[in-house]
């Protein structure tokens, strides 16, 4: 994480209408939190201040600017339409402690307001920034504290906002056959009568030719783009019978991948390489009624006004094969890094005598001084490119100088070469080619090739141009291309060899002269079926699919039709680039797919909500390297040489308005996107979002929320994630707030740098555990979080929680970065790993800065527990907002810079978490209601909990039967952090101390519990917290109370001098010490008392405590993990996920204590296999003897995986009497049994007594087997 300190500004909002203007009163109180970091016994500074509505948008200064949104009347679309006054200002000087955090004095001073009217989902906003610190007339810095914003309507007529995008509501390919081919050059194609009979095309005749040409679309809405598929005319040649048949061709005109365009300013022609494909695609048909064929334009009857003999020649050298940070739609070619001096032939050669030659270069260097680089043509020097220096040691800074120069040079004669000299300063220098261009005038003469040629002189109003063209032969064409839609044959003359026409030069006008010989050849694609996308009906969601994943595609599709009742389309992005970008890929066909559906919309009830991209995608989007994973095409921005400027992101698909586009305006549709590359991927990320639908997923862990903090930059992220805590902490009080702030744990110094043990195993336990939310603030980058690596790879790896899967949100540098094709980043891992992790993600994928961070994540926890009023199909009955919709609605309040596009949403844009929809009270405490309950709940007493269920609206839910878990906590305390890196201490609030934590049923809505207090409470008096969740099976409640008073001891308790007793297991109950198991099982440890455990954690070594001897010993405490069985307090369980055990013997000893804090103790013993191979053990069946029936029972190490089992049963001859297949889906445990045989053979009847052998095999479900064999007997 980039860290630049930030200013929050807490707001009181006052709105005020009159008939003339919409006045908006806003009222600042500015507050200051500190922090320090001490460095060499300097203390530095750190604090910030801080405001719900900031934003950091300017990166220079990094002071907060005022940021929002206000609703304003559709008919304005432009701010010439409105007045705005921003008045009865009023500012403070800043105190010294303030100063402290302001930077750029200078930049400061030149910010103003800036407006501008923007829309969302076809609601008009004026977007207002308003700085709020200035340079007063006396030098002063003072910062805002109140304002009014005065907006009104003026007579100013309604500015047109065309759209761009045609309206046509079928497409070419819903009908007839059609057959896709290709090419790699522009130019004169042929395709002979025989080629398109074996394209399997009838009627070829009647063949057209259909395709848009070569060149990408823009990234900006206000462009005109093609709108499905228009005929380029051909010519059929038939031959001297007249029919088309053997030996007779077509032939037409296509654009290939490098086009060119001619900038009228500088007279000079640019070429374009077609990011996104290398090979252009064409459509043929024969099924098309009404087809276009080349047509002659003649000479005029006015005489010609110019001529020429020589034409613009153009030659462009683009590698394209090196991106230098991975990150930016830029690509460079050659290193200058051992060959300093390189060469490029441009083959041109018949230069106009008195001519010059126009050369353009784009160059780049990576030196910490000053470089240069000597242009030659034909060793001739025609100038001088000088770079400047970068900072290399600075991941912040450019990571190459880059810079575009054009010169203009007398033609020489012979061969056009240019040389290129890179000046190395340095030998770490480096230096990369980006482009050549040259622009040449040659002779216009044939040579036996296609021959492109245009005269930039020859365009002019009035103008007739007589092109003289030499050295052609009879059977020469020319084609005016000028339009490929409208290409048209050109009349001429001849005369000794040459070739004369004559046409108004206007415009500029481009040809092509060829003989038919000479034309290319095309490359078959294939049969293209049917499709019509321009057809299609409005839907809540789109799922735009790589084809190779369409059926886990739609099989999620199905899911939210079934469960959601949304309407949802599934297409694939072959057809969408079909309709859209004429078959080549590009990432804007997408976009403008999806502008269709939101151009036609007449309101938010047929408006597209959701976009899901299923299928990874890469920095790399046009390259066929093995492992790329560009299924998807992503939007990388134009900014290619700053890590912290460049960035890659998914809201470019849903920026849909006219005056949109490339990262510009507000999004209108939520965009989530699963990064997955293949089908087991996409299985797994699919089996997620099955699993959270269901109603297993359903647990208290729905209410659990975990806020991480990183401990650097004097405290910041910690005092963040803490001020993100306590906001929910008080404005969602239903949620449990778990925080894990590093500096509260112990540092341990290792030979590979710091690091936080017990920090991982915090995040590693809660996640394990459960939680609806985990949000971490601070440093990171692909592979871990935070400098000391808190959480890695094989972290997320050893996760176990694939029924608890929480979304997490992570502010910090490029955790999630999914476009890099050689690594999977740890954030792609949480939702791409099988047996746990997360739902999805809201994270990161390039470098960001820590202010407009918290902007992001402050405004995201104001919107994903917001209710909203209005129903409609994309939200539950109790109004809450679908993934797609929070993040939509997040980044749009979150300014305009360019930070908030680094955060993506890998996941299910139309997923809901797992909200309540009932609410729970508590009525009574041990028989006095709850208002007005005046009694303490002391120590060694028994308190008997009475609550219901209720609607929102506070209604009795009179059906509700289920299950309440109920938890009590202790008082909240505060915790002091350690300065474990030499910084002044921290200090916030925690309540996790656990008094009681258990279930009781629900019945007809209503509820009882009873619970123990255990003697380690905290004696003081004050309040505790009552969390409560409730699940009948498919919805679920939640309440709390935090009025109820804790404190004291119960002065005359029942007596108990006994200690619980103690059963463990691993996985499940089956399990028996000395059994084998994974390296990753999960603990249970059953308790039984008459008087509760213990698990407050408040008594010194009162802790229920795991043991566990592998290879070293570690204690596990377990409080946090113990929950009482459904209506009793007397007995209940913890369970723990282990991780990482050692391959081996291994021992596990808890230690438990009562709520009168007697103890005991158990332990058992077992060996762990490697799970990398299937282990069986402990093979048997009993009874064994057996007479009449028997069961068959065994061991594994390969827990919560599908296991097909064979079981064959031979006679003592060897004979195969009888074979028992049995699977077992997601085995939880280590062991298998009771599987039951009946002592019958294959064909039901009795076998006799003796001894017989039997074969057990196993196979799991990715193919791992192992077998084992042993004996019985049978008696009679």
């Known amino acids: 994480m980039i860290d630049k300190y930030k200013l929050i500004i807490l707001i009181s909002v006052f709105i005020s209408l009159n008939i003339n203007a919409q006045n908006f009163q806003r009222n600042i109180n500015w507050n200051f939190q500190q922090g320090s970091n001490k460095n060499q016994n300097h203390t530095i500074d750190c604090g910030y201040l801080f405001f719900e509505n900031a934003v950091f948008d300017d990166p220079e200064t990094m002071t907060p600017s005022y940021f929002e949104l206000f609703p304003i009347s559709s008919s304005i679309n432009s701010t010439e339409q409105i007045k705005i006054v921003i008045e009865d200002s009023q500012y403070s000087k800043l105190t010294d402690l303030e100063l402290k955090k302001i930077k750029s004095v200078k930049k400061i001073g030149l910010l103003k307001p800036y407006f501008s009217i923007q829309q969302s989902r076809k609601q008009n906003f004026l977007t207002a920034t308003i700085p709020t610190i200035r340079v007063n007339s006396k030098g002063e810095i003072e910062k805002l504290l109140s304002f009014t914003l005065s907006i009104e309507e003026n007579n100013h007529p309604k500015s047109q906002n065309i759209s761009k995008l045609s309206a046509k509501t079928s497409s070419v390919l819903s009908n007839g056959k059609w057959v896709k081919i290709k090419i790699v050059t522009t130019g004169i194609y042929k395709i002979t009568y025989s080629e398109l009979v074996s394209y399997g095309l009838s009627n070829v005749e009647n063949v057209s030719v259909w395709g848009n040409g070569g060149s990408k679309l823009s990234y900006m809405n206000n462009v005109s783009s093609p709108d499905d598929l228009e005929q380029i005319p051909i010519i059929i040649e038939k031959g001297t019978d007249g029919i088309f048949n053997q030996g007779d061709y077509i032939l037409f005109y296509a654009e290939g991948p490098l086009t060119w365009k001619y900038e009228e300013a500088n007279n000079f022609f640019m070429h374009e390489i077609h990011p996104y494909s290398k090979e252009i695609n064409y459509f043929l048909t024969t099924d098309y009624t009404s087809t276009k064929r080349i047509t002659e334009i003649t000479s005029p009857l006015s005489p010609s006004t110019y001529q020429t003999n020589y034409y613009d020649e153009l030659v462009a050298f683009e590698k394209n094969d090196t991106n230098l940070i991975k990150s ?371 647990g208290d862990w729905n209410d659990q929320l975990c806020f991480i903090g990183d401990d650097e930059d004097g405290n910041i992220h910690m005092t963040d994630a803490n001020t993100l805590a306590d906001y929910v902490k008080v404005n969602h009080a239903i949620y449990n707030v778990q925080k894990i702030f590093f500096d509260a744990y112990h540092q341990e110094s290792t030979p590979t740098g710091d690091r936080y043990p017990d920090v991982t195993l915090a995040i590693n336990n809660r996640v394990n555990s459960g939680a609806l939310i985990v949000n971490y603030t601070g440093h990171g980058n692909e592979q871990w979080l935070a400098h000391e690596k808190v959480l890695m790879l094989d972290d997320v790896r050893s996760w176990r929680n694939f029924q608890k899967l929480p979304l997490f949100v992570t502010a910090t540098c490029e955790f999630s970065r999914f476009d890099d094709y050689n690594l999977i980043s740890t954030g792609e891992s949480i939702l791409l790993t099988p047996n746990g992790g997360g739902i999805g993600l809201l994270s990161t994928t390039r470098l960001v800065y820590s202010s407009p961070n918290f902007t992001l994540n402050y405004n995201f926890f104001q919107t994903v527990f917001s209710e909203i009023s209005k129903k409609s199909v994309s939200l539950t009955s109790d109004n809450h907002y679908r993934l797609g919709d929070i993040v939509r609605i997040t980044k749009n309040i979150s300014g305009t810079g360019n930070n908030k596009r680094n955060f993506m949403l890998l ?345 017989y052998f039997y074969r057990l095999r196993v196979i799991t479900s990715n193919g791992k087997s192992a077998e084992q064999q042993q004996k019985m007997v049978l008696l009679k």
Request: a negative charge.
């Open 328 to 698: 930016g739609r830029d690509w460079y070619g050659e290193s200058f890094d051992i060959y300093t001096t390189q060469n490029f032939n441009t083959n041109l050669n018949n230069q106009e005598p008195g001519s010059s030659v126009k050369i353009r270069t784009r160059l780049s260097a990576r030196s910490s001084s000053t470089s240069s680089y000597n242009i030659l043509l034909n060793n001739i020097s025609i100038g001088n490119l000088q770079l400047s220096g970068v900072n290399v040691g600075d991941e912040q800074s450019d990571f190459i100088s880059v810079k575009q120069q054009d010169f203009t040079t007398p033609a020489p004669t012979g061969n056009l070469t240019v040389t290129l000299t890179y000046n190395k300063p340095s030998p770490a220098a480096n230096g990369w080619l980006d482009y050549i261009t040259v622009n040449s005038r040659q002779l216009l003469k044939y040579q036996g090739n296609q021959l492109i040629f245009r005269d930039s002189k020859s365009k002019g109003v009035g103008n007739i141009t007589q092109f003289n063209i030499q050295n052609t032969p009879n059977t020469l064409r020319i084609w005016d291309i000028s339009n490929i839609h409208f290409p048209r044959s050109v009349v001429y003359s001849t005369s000794s060899g040459n070739t004369i026409f004559t046409l108004p030069t206007d415009s500029l006008r481009q040809f092509i002269a060829f003989e038919d010989n000479k034309a290319y050849s095309v490359s078959l694609v294939g049969d293209v079926p049917n499709q019509n996308l321009h057809g299609s009906s409005y839907s809540d969601m789109v799922i735009v699919v790589h084809p190779s994943l369409l059926d886990q595609a739609s099989e999620l599709a199905e899911i939210h039709r079934t469960n959601d009742g949304l309407s949802v389309q599934v297409v694939t992005t072959d057809q969408i680039y079909n309709e859209f970008s004429s078959g080549n890929r590009d990432v804007s066909a997408i976009r403008n797919f999806m502008r269709m559906f939101y151009k036609r919309s007449t309101g938010s009830g047929d408006m597209p909500r959701y976009l899901l991209l299923f299928g990874d995608g890469s920095y790399d989007n046009i390259s066929d390297k093995k492992g790329n994973t560009n299924l998807i095409p992503t939007y990388q921005s134009s900014e290619s040489i700053n890590k912290t400027s460049s960035f890659v992101t998914d809201d470019f698909f849903g920026l849909l308005d006219d005056n949109e586009g490339e990262a510009i305006g507000l999004l209108d549709i939520g965009i989530g996107r699963f990064p997955v590359f293949n089908a087991e991927q996409a299985n797994v990320v699919l089996s997620k979002i099955k699993q959270y639908n269901s109603q297993s997923s359903l």
């Open 907 to 1251: 996941g299910d844009p139309a997923l809901m978490l797992k909200y309540p929809t009932y609410d729970i009270a508590i009525t009574s405490i041990n028989k006095s209601p709850i208002a007005t309950l005046s009694d303490t709940l002391k120590a060694l007493s028994k308190v008997k909990i009475e609550g219901k269920i209720t609607n929102h609206n506070t209604t009795e839910a009179a059906n509700f039967n289920g299950i309440t878990s109920l938890t009590l906590y202790d008082k909240e305390k505060t915790i002091k952090t350690l300065s474990n890196d030499g910084g002044l201490p921290m200090e916030f609030n925690v309540r996790d101390n656990i008094i009681y934590r258990g279930n009781a049923t629900v019945k007809n809505g209503v509820f009882s519990i009873n619970c123990f207090i255990p003697k380690d409470i905290n004696y003081h008096v004050g309040t505790g917290r009552i969390s409560l969740f409730a699940t009948n099976g498919s919805e679920a409640g939640a309440g709390y109370n935090q009025t109820i008073l804790i404190g004291g001891i119960n002065s005359n308790p029942s007596s108990d001098d006994k200690g619980p007793t103690i059963n463990i297991f691993l996985n499940d109950s089956k399990f028996v010490s000395g059994g084998i198991s994974g390296s990753n099982p999960k603990l249970i440890v059953e308790l039984i008392d008459s008087s509760g455990i213990n698990t407050t954690g408040t008594g010194i070594g009162h802790d229920l405590i795991a043991t566990v001897y592998s290879n070293d010993e570690k204690n596990i405490i377990l409080n946090d993990y113990y929950k009482a069985d459904n209506d009793s307090y007397k007995r209940g369980k913890a369970e723990f996920q282990l991780t990482n055990l050692n391959i081996g013997s291994n021992k596990i000893k808890v230690k438990a204590w009562d709520s009168y804090n007697n103890s005991s103790e158990n332990e058992i013993s077992f060996l762990v296999a490697n799970d990398d191979k299937l282990s069986i053990s402990h093979l048997l069946n009993y009874p064994n003897p057996f007479t009449d029936n028997t069961a068959f029972y065994f061991e594994h190490n390969q827990p919560f995986t599908d296991l097909n089992i064979l079981i064959q049963i031979y006679s003592p001859s060897g004979k195969l009497v009888k074979t028992i297949h049995h699977q077992e889906s997601t085995a939880s445990g280590f062991r298998i049994g009771p599987i039951q045989w009946d002592g019958k053979d294959d064909f039901g009847s009795r076998i006799g007594r003796g001894v």
